[in-house]
């Protein structure tokens, strides 16, 4: 079974600056996708970024980067530069799938974390 | 615009009822899922369907059910059986091939019992 680990169940950071939100997994399978979400106050779930677990490297999408580190089964997401409209819950989840690239959909996800971006 | 429409936004439940929420999709996706999620927490699996007329159970199924008639519409019904359905439900699809194709989630239900 899989298992998704947010620990920090809230965060704060000063606008401007860099945050780091940790995730990590737990899984027998030999390939998975790791996904992040960013959930505001008005409930909607947003698509941040996505790393496979073949991939050599860490994905980046704009401001978003991930930190994979599969020996240590930990893929954290890097938000630089934060802005105040950051300031929501942001969910990690893991998807298995095949070595062939079809996926077997499910999701699962951790607790998340709350973020705070200070002016 | 393609997307995920759920109805209605706020939806109140009396004792015994069932009642059922709606999902539609526009994105000629294959696969649909039904979570919930209760305040503070992650979203659980409740059912999925990766093609028409077919559908698996997620990590909490008792107490709701589903039907895949259409490959556009994954209908949630929460049936009298499920004792504690206040939370807020999200459906979403997704292509289902894999590697970056992610899940497109709708904007939710919240589910409120009487």
């Known amino acids: 079974a899989q298992k998704i680990t947010q620990t920090q169940p809230g965060m704060f950071v000063q606008e401007k600056e860099a945050v780091t939100l940790d995730c990590t997994y737990d899984?027998?399978?030999?390939?998975?996708?790791l996904f992040w979400y960013k959930q505001p106050s008005s409930g909607e779930m947003i698509f941040l970024i996505y790393?496979?677990?073949?991939?050599?490297q860490n994905a980046t999408e704009g401001r978003y980067s991930l930190n994979f580190q599969k020996a240590r089964k930990s893929a954290n997401l890097v938000i630089s530069a934060s802005q105040l409209g950051d300031s929501a819950m942001y969910f990690c989840?893991?998807?298995?799938?095949?070595?062939?690239?079809?996926?077997?959909?499910?999701?699962?996800f951790g607790q998340g974390t709350i973020l705070t971006v200070h002016p | 615009d393609g997307g995920i429409t759920q109805s209605p936004k706020y939806l109140f439940r009396k004792e015994g009822q069932n009642v059922t929420l709606s999902c539609e999709q526009n994105?000629?996706?294959?696969?649909m899922y039904w979570y919930r999620q209760d305040p503070g927490q992650g979203l659980r699996l409740i059912y999925y369907?990766?093609?028409?007329?077919?559908?698996q159970k997620g990590d909490i199924a008792e107490g709701y059910s589903v039907s895949r008639e259409k490959k556009e519409s994954f209908p949630l019904t929460v049936t009298s059986a499920q004792k504690n359905p206040t939370a807020f439900y999200l459906c979403?699809?997704?292509?289902?091939?894999?590697?970056?194709?992610?899940?497109?989630f709708g904007p939710g239900t919240r589910l409120l019992v009487l």
């Open positions: 979403a699809s997704s292509p289902d091939r894999g590697g970056q194709e992610t899940q497109y």
């Open positions: 899984t027998s399978d030999q390939s998975y996708g």
């Open positions: 790393q496979g677990s073949y991939d050599e």
């Open positions: 989840a893991m998807r298995e799938e095949n070595a062939g690239g079809t996926s077997y959909g499910k999701l699962t």
């Open positions: 994105l000629n996706h294959d696969a």
């Open positions: 369907s990766q093609i028409v007329n077919d559908f």
